[in-house]
């Protein structure tokens, strides 16, 4: 079945890195778009960044640009999110997500439509 | 960015009612319009795209309409499995933006 599996998350202090992980399988992971959102707690879901199906295209949400980077390997099947100068503020949920439609490869543009799967989530807290 | 607001932001309703969330956008973006629902420690799962299509496998007491700028969630029959906060969210325009939520509980 089609499953998103994350991993890496921890405690982290302000100012360290993290890199989260997310394992893709039940589906053609090279043909999709993929998403980070978060949600701190107590909060609402906060999209973070999108990911072309070949990696080419990057779009960061305002409040991570510049300390987090959106990537994947193809190979195997994976989706990673680097996160640098953590902030407290970035403590939350992490859930990698597919997007909804395949990436139409005659397109010279990108499109995204949403996210349809979803991963169980991984935990990073920053705290000193 | 393109804001979302939703209303009401929590609503008490009983089991069989007809529940009704309204989700605004802060400009026309046509029908790219998604609902999820989330439950505590769980991930959220889509229920309604493209502002009125059913996602597979979702029960059919769950519908969605509008286009522009208003759109409209329902749920015609309440469940107690339904207890869970509801997000619209547009697509038309990165980034992606959510609405704040709307918590549905039980009466």
């Known amino acids: 079945q089609v499953q998103l599996v994350e991993s890496g998350g921890g405690v982290g202090q302000p100012g360290r890195s993290l890199r989260l992980s997310c394992a893709a399988s039940?589906?053609?992971?090279?043909?999709?778009?993929m998403h980070w959102v978060r949600q701190a707690p107590g909060k609402g879901l906060e999209w973070v960044a999108v990911i072309s199906e070949d990696g080419r295209n990057k779009y960061y949400a305002d409040s991570v640009k510049g300390r987090f980077t959106i990537s994947r390997d193809n190979s195997k099947n994976t989706l990673y999110l680097e996160m640098i100068s953590l902030r407290a503020e970035d403590t939350a949920v992490y859930y990698c997500?597919?997007?909804?439609?395949?990436?139409?490869?005659?397109?010279?543009?990108?499109?995204?439509?949403?996210?349809?799967?979803w991963g169980q989530g991984a935990t990073v807290s920053v705290s000193s | 960015d393109i804001q979302m607001t939703q209303s009401p932001s929590s609503l008490s309703a009983s089991v069989g009612d007809r529940v009704t969330i309204t989700c605004q956008a802060s400009q026309d973006i046509s029908n790219f319009l998604n609902w999820y629902q989330k439950k505590p420690g769980k991930a959220p799962k889509l229920l309604i795209y493209t502002a009125s299509n059913l996602e597979t496998g979702v029960p059919s007491r769950f519908s969605g309409s509008g286009s522009a700028t208003d759109f409209t969630f329902t749920i015609s029959s309440l469940q107690p499995e339904d207890i869970a906060t509801y997000y619209c969210q547009q697509y038309d325009n990165l980034p992606f933006t959510f609405g704040p939520g709307t918590k549905v509980d039980i009466k």
């Open positions: 039940g589906f053609s992971f090279r043909r999709y778009g």
């Open positions: 997500a597919k997007d909804r439609v395949a990436a139409d490869i005659s397109s010279f543009s990108y499109y995204y439509y949403g996210m349809d799967v």
